[in-house]
T-cell receptor, first 113, second 114 residues
Framework: AQKITQTQPGMFVQEKEAVTLDCTYDTSDQSYGLFWYKQPSSGEMIFLIYQGSYDEQNATEGRYSLNFQKARKSANLVISASQLGDSAMYFCAMRERGDDMRFGAGTRLTVKP | DGGITQSPKYLFRKEGQNVTLSCEQNLNHDAMYWYRQDPGQGLRLIYYSQIVNDFQKGDIAEGYSVSREKKESFPLTVTSAQKNPTAFYLC?????????????FGPGTRLLVL
């Protein structure tokens, strides 16, 4: 069964607007971590933001925030004030206790000028 | 500068040939990982190593081998037994961040079969 689901293969957003990239996950563990990575066309995976399952506050990191809804098992990434350089693939990932990191299939974000 | 380096950026393999992808890190991270990424897909774990001289198979280890003789280095060999090796290979190392292991990635190696 898929542990991480990203339902949006592609998303478009106008420059300077906000965009939400969806991520839902499947786990029966109480302790787990959720991650978002950005992959530009160069291929490197860039760590963006992390949310722990016990964290009560949503994680924020500059223009990135993670909308964590534990009961719904969702961990959506919100990018505010989009920039052209935000165009990339975005991957959601989860790590359960004692398990490997599991990645979703990714969402390709295109920022339009 | 601290970071993770992978070489080469592009690698070509002939049928029946073994090739080795390099991964080096100077971040003093204990754990290192190898992932495979196929077009339009997420990452799949090939092998990982938590400490020197120890490594574990991931989800798709068949046709691959690794070694971890030094903390800084985790080379991946794609053997002739790997029938479909064309893919993008990413190496990562990890550190505990806020109580959770967070992985940082190298720039990747693209392997093509001639």
């Amino acid at each position: 069964a898929q542990k991480i689901t990203q339902t949006q293969p592609g998303m478009f957003v106008q420059e300077k607007e906000a965009v939400t990239l969806d991520c839902t996950y499947d786990t029966s563990d109480q302790s787990y971590g959720l991650f978002w990575y950005k992959q530009p066309s160069s291929g490197e995976m860039i760590f963006l933001i992390y949310q722990g399952s016990y964290d009560e506050q949503n994680a924020t990191e500059g223009r990135y925030s993670l909308n964590f809804q534990k009961a719904r098992k969702s961990a959506n990434l919100v990018i505010s004030a989009s920039q052209l350089g935000d165009s990339a693939m975005y991957f959601c990932a989860m790590r359960e206790r004692g398990d490997d990191m599991r990645f979703g299939a990714g969402t390709r974000l295109t920022v339009k000028p | 500068d601290g970071g993770i380096t992978q070489s080469p950026k592009y690698l070509f393999r002939k049928e029946g040939q073994n090739v080795t992808l390099s991964c080096e890190q100077n971040l003093n991270h204990d754990a290192m990982y190898w992932y495979r990424q196929d077009p339009g897909q997420g990452l799949r774990l090939i092998y990982y190593s938590q400490i020197v001289n120890d490594f574990q198979k991931g989800d798709i280890a068949e046709g691959y081998s690794v070694s971890r003789e030094k903390k800084e280095s985790f080379p991946l060999t794609v053997t002739s037994a790997q029938k479909n090796p064309t893919a993008f290979y990413l190496c990562a190392s990890s550190i505990l961040l806020a109580g959770q292991e967070t992985q940082y990635f190298g720039p990747g190696t693209r392997l093509l079969v001639l």
